[in-house]
């Protein structure tokens, strides 16, 4: 699986963003995908997980109620909606596939990473 993240940018606290991770590949259904970020001079964090038939889904706290994840597998596509947005979400996100498809918050579980998208909040 080869995935391409997309989306990042530069945006106002408060404000939202969308970011898409791109797969290739027809069996993307049967992995988890998960989102994780590395904010400057900090160490790569888990951000969320869902499953790879969308059905489950989970959080890291610091973002439950306002990041929501998804995924469409007829497109091949997961996102990741940011709403509500601060400045220490600023990072660069990646999103990544795991199988079998669990809902893996350690970041060691994934197999397939994509490039990375840069967000960054200003205040």
């Known amino acids: 699986v080869q995935l391409q993240a997309s989306g990042g940018g530069l945006v106002q606290a408060g404000g939202s963003l969308r970011l898409s991770c791109a797969a290739s590949g027809r069996t993307f259904s049967r992995y988890a995908v998960g989102w994780f970020r590395r904010a400057p001079g900090k160490e790569r964090e888990f951000v969320t997980v869902i499953s790879g038939s969308g059905s489950s889904t989970y959080y890291t706290d610091s973002v439950k109620g306002r990041f929501t994840i998804s995924r469409d597998n007829a497109k091949n596509t997961a996102y990741l909606q940011m709403n509500s947005l601060k400045p220490e979400d600023t990072a660069v996100y990646y999103c990544?596939?795991?199988?079998?498809?669990?809902?893996?918050?350690?970041?060691?579980?994934?197999?397939?990473w994509g490039q990375g998208t840069q967000v960054t909040v200003s205040s």
């Open positions: 990544a596939a795991a199988w079998p498809d669990r809902p893996y918050a350690q970041s060691g579980m994934y197999h397939y």
